[in-house]
């Protein structure tokens, strides 16, 4: 698709829709986010009646916002949740009830955004179009403002003071996740500019709950707090505790502001979600205040709580990690080196062309976590070659890489030469784990 003189085609059905939206481009500086403002005001603001909770950050977003919505659903509160992205189905990123938006409930959406752009404009290579995400959450808004459920949680896209979902007119609560360097060519190349544009979601009158995991980071967002006369709620290490794994779960304990120390249990093995957890608690405490939101409510949401393709066990001991830039790489050679595996582990390892790579491969050269790794060429146009994979693997150390050209070719030939008790990991982008549970799925 070209955004030059573009004009109005038949779009007859769902399928024709979700070709529509997948051959926009996903990155473009064409859009400003007063474009957005302005339709999202042309589309009378259908976010008005909604209460959000808004959420930004690096790396997290998609797992915190699923701890909130378990736990609102679990006080027995409706939520919908839009995230990004999506890993095998496009209505993924749309969830109410605790469903994806049904086929019919999508189109009539695409439509309604569809016929409100002016192609006349458009034809003549002015006016103004959506972008991929722009588009997507336009449909959002509208789907779950029909919804009417009591609380929508919205994840960023990219950064958060320019990303579409910023332009809500309104918001009941900001949430921010860790921060790490990543999309440093749109952020920012240090860890202070990509914080503050996360901060840039913050809102006059809105709380805000934050990890403090960087002092860099949190002494932006306690600037930013500052200047708007605003309360923000940390999260830290000190605030919670590991205690132990159990049947591929993890016991932990965390200080509560109105209930005390609480003892969890998540039902994941990667660690980095004991953080994740603690902030959505917060989040939860911040915007309820203790009113309706029972110890309990948080004790059964956390426990029930899923986010598929965080440390997600696929096939018995294959796991799957959206591990994509270097921080999610630390987090998750962390939780791998406590898995106790003891006869030996093996990873795929996929990337886009525009990630730190070389400094992801270092750090799983260093950690010696692994006996075997397999490359591959992903689906996607920004994949990194398998071959140049292999080549900077070598660079670091590790000599036996072995280059695949698909994600499910080095699943059979791992699965084909895997040792009893053997441990097979698949991480380093979010494509590759879509395109390995899209071939299970299929398979």
């Not at 059905?13 to 996903?26: E, G, H, Q, S």
């Not at 403002?37 to 790396?59: C, D, Q, S």
């Not at 899923?306 to 696929?314: A, S």
């Not at 280059?403 to 080095?410: G, L, N, Q, T, V």
Request: proline letters at 2%; aromatic letters at 10%; one cysteine or more.
């Amino acid at each position: 698709m070209n955004y030059s003189k573009m004009k109005r085609t038949n779009i007859l059905n769902y399928n024709d829709a979700v070709a529509y939206l997948l051959d926009m481009p996903r990155f473009t500086s064409k859009n400003t986010i007063e474009d957005t403002r302005r339709f999202l005001a042309r589309m009378n603001n259908p976010e008005k009646n909604l209460h959000i909770i808004h959420v930004a950050g690096t790396n997290g977003k998609g797992s915190v916002c699923s701890y909130i919505r378990f736990i609102l659903e679990e006080a027995g509160y409706s939520v919908s949740v839009f995230t990004s992205p999506h890993l095998v189905d496009i209505r993924e990123r749309f969830v109410t009830g605790g469903e994806p938006v049904s086929e019919e409930d999508f189109f009539r959406a695409f439509m309604q955004i569809y016929n409100m752009l002016d192609w006349e404009a458009l034809s003549r290579d002015e006016g103004y179009h959506p972008t991929f995400f722009e588009y997507l959450f336009f449909m959002a808004m509208l789907i779950f403002s029909d919804a009417e459920t009591d609380f929508c949680i919205l994840e960023t896209g990219l950064g958060g003071r320019l990303d579409a979902t910023n332009s809500v007119t309104k918001k009941d609560l900001s949430v921010i996740t860790r921060i790490g360097l990543d999309h440093t060519q749109y952020l920012g190349d240090t860890v202070e500019k990509i914080a503050a544009e996360k901060a840039g979601i913050m809102m006059r009158g809105v709380p805000v709950v934050y990890t403090d995991s960087s002092p860099a980071a949190s002494e932006v967002f306690e600037r930013r707090l500052s200047e708007l006369g605003i309360k923000g709620y940390s999260v830290s290490k000190k605030d919670y505790a590991f205690l132990n794994f159990r049947n591929k779960s993890i016991d932990f304990s965390l200080h509560t502001r109105y209930y005390g120390y609480v003892g969890l249990n998540i039902a994941t093995i990667a660690h980095y979600q004991m953080e994740n957890a603690a902030l959505a608690v917060r989040a939860v405490e911040v915007l309820d205040e203790g009113r309706t939101v029972s110890k309990e409510a948080i004790v059964r949401g956390t426990a029930r709580a899923f986010w598929q393709g965080r440390m997600e066990e696929v096939l018995p001991e294959i796991y799957v990690d959206g591990a994509h830039n270097e921080d999610g790489i630390r987090a998750f050679l962390d939780t791998v080196g406590h898995d106790g595996i003891l006869n030996g582990r093996s990873l795929i390892f996929g990337a886009v062309a525009d990630k730190d790579i070389r400094h992801m491969i270092e750090s799983i050269v260093q950690s010696g976590l692994f006996d075997k790794i397999a490359v591959v060429r992903l689906k996607t146009g920004r994949t990194a070659d398998m071959n140049m994979l292999a080549g900077i693997f070598k660079e670091c150390g590790f000599a036996g890489c072995i280059p695949y050209e698909s994600a499910d070719k080095a699943l059979g030939g791992l699965i084909d030469g895997r040792r009893s008790g053997e441990r097979i990991y698949i991480a380093g982008s979010l494509y590759l784990v879509g395109e390995i549970k899209e071939f299970l799925i299929n398979d």
